[in-house]
């Protein structure tokens, strides 16, 4: 892996623009399963008889509320902490060497390990607003049962649904978020891609915007992507990054 390294530390002190985009195995490395993995579908259907993406649609929430607010807090996992991954850009970033972070993530680990330009594809798990009024709330609400019908959070304002700011299945990714998204990779020349296969659309389809000098591929199995990658690192994202910045830092 030595010459990998060393290859994408070249491309980093090279580039003018260069940003991450990661998925799922960014996060894996901090103790956050997977949910769409092979052990986290079969947990699910053991439990509930629902694969991940019925228990977290759009279409459960609205009419099984309690049962979706049982799987979607079983699943937080509030005692994560950043690993080297999310350190080792977030050091990046603060040395201009990184303009934005894209990641298909919800909690929140790039910000907590200091990094700025955050595009968060699918929400995040650490904002949370009521249905009726839009009052917002922090995480540690909807985990207090004095302010739940059940399971299921309510506004103390008016009594409303409090739900996640996340994007479940079946809903939109956010406009807004997606056109920043698009825009950073467009200007990117360097778009390093870690901890995810590129399997979940739309969000991966974002890749097919860049059109930069090196796109590098970092993650333990194979991607959709690989035939138009300059670089492929088949190993651990934070074993990576790691290597990256003991590198750039000699």
Request: hydrophobic content about 40%; charged content about 20%.
């Amino acid at each position: 892996m030595n010459l990998q390294i060393t290859q994408l530390t070249a491309f980093i002190k090279q580039s003018r623009n260069t940003v991450f985009f990661g998925g799922a195995g960014v996060s894996t490395e901090s103790g956050i399963p997977d949910f769409r993995s092979e052990s986290g579908l079969y947990a699910a259907q053991e439990a509930y008889g629902l694969p991940p993406e019925k228990l977290l649609s759009y279409s459960l929430f609205h009419k099984q509320p309690e049962l979706f607010f049982r799987y979607y807090k079983e699943n937080l996992i509030t005692a994560a902490k950043p690993n080297p991954a999310h350190s080792a850009l977030a050091k990046l970033e603060s040395q201009c060497r990184i303009k934005a972070v894209i990641t298909q993530n919800i909690d929140g680990l790039h910000q907590a390990a200091g990094s700025r330009n955050v595009l968060e594809l699918h929400g995040t798990n650490h904002r949370h607003y009521c249905m009726k009024c839009r009052a917002e709330y922090t995480l540690g609400f909807i985990q207090e049962p004095e302010n739940c019908n059940g399971a299921v959070p309510v506004c103390n304002k008016c009594g409303g649904i409090v739900r996640p700011d996340v994007v479940l299945y079946e809903e939109q990714l956010n406009h807004n978020v997606v056109t920043a998204a698009i825009k950073a990779i467009e200007q990117a020349d360097l778009l390093i891609v870690g901890g995810t296969s590129l399997a979940v659309y739309p969000a991966a389809g974002l890749i097919d915007y860049f059109t930069g000098d090196n796109l590098v591929l970092i993650n333990k199995g194979a991607t959709s992507r690989e035939i138009r990658a300059q670089l492929i690192i088949s190993e651990a994202i934070g074993e990576v990054m790691s290597a990256v910045m003991r590198e750039i830092e000699v």
